[in-house]
């Protein structure tokens, strides 16, 4: 079946680490999003990128990193810069732009030991 | 520039009953979509109505689009336990380029 996989499904971070999220999908999308949900809130959108190696910052892109090397794959890193990392991380694609409804994984629950 | 804004935040009806959510947005978009998600997992996509429709359907999912306004609504019918779900608007909106907007969400709770 077709689908996106997020991993891990819960990730902890120490103080001045880094973390990668990863995201990989067989839909054949050529767009792909990561998004940040806090408690109560709606998505954030972080970064995304609608074509291998393009990517463009979302509204909150401080503290983060992506990269786009294979269609299949849009991994996140949270960097120590980063300062409240703790919420629930969504990867979503798209056949192509923002229009197209979105397909997204089960998220990534990050928190800070 | 979040825009999507669901009302209400929390709705608990019985089993069998209707429930109806609005969203309401502030700039021009080309389409408006409706989204659920269950608790601790991804969204899913249930309906997508454009800027030229004014009512959608999808089985037991009415989605209406008012633009005068810069509102739309979503009706479940017969409501089921299962429905018991999260759920968002998301607008694209014409400037602000090739992303989606989402709101804050419903949370539906179905009792029964």
């Known amino acids: 079946d077709g689908g996106i996989t997020q991993s891990p499904k819960y990730l902890f971070r120490k103080e001045g680490q880094n973390v990668t999220l990863s995201c990989e999908q067989n839909?054949?999308?050529?767009?792909m999003y990561w998004y940040r949900q806090d408690p109560g809130q709606g998505l954030r959108l972080i970064y995304y990128s609608q074509i291998v190696n393009d990517f463009q910052k979302g509204d909150i892109a401080e503290g983060y990193s992506v990269s786009r090397e294979k269609k299949e794959s849009f991994p996140l890193t949270v960097t120590s810069a980063q300062k409240n990392p703790t919420a629930f991380y969504l990867c979503?694609?798209?056949?192509?732009?923002?229009?197209?409804?979105?397909?997204f994984g089960d998220g990534t629950r990050l928190s800070i030991l | 520039s979040q825009q999507g804004e669901e009302d209400p935040q929390a709705l608990s009806i019985q089993e069998g009953e209707n429930a109806t959510m609005n969203c309401s947005y502030k700039t021009s978009i080309n389409n408006l979509q409706w989204y659920r998600q269950n608790s601790g997992r991804g969204l899913v996509h249930l309906i997508l109505i454009r800027s030229n429709e004014r009512e959608k359907h999808s089985g037991r999912l009415r989605v209406t689009l008012d633009t005068s306004k810069k509102s739309s609504s979503l009706l479940i019918t017969a409501s089921r336990a299962a429905d018991t779900a999260s759920y968002f608007c998301?607008?694209?909106?014409?400037?602000?380029?090739?992303?989606?907007?989402f709101g804050a969400g419903t949370i539906l709770r179905v009792k029964s």
């Open positions: 979503a694609s798209s056949m192509m732009t923002g229009r197209q409804p979105q397909h």
């Open positions: 839909l054949n999308h050529d767009a």
């Open positions: 998301a607008t694209d909106e014409r400037e602000y380029g090739n992303k989606l907007v």
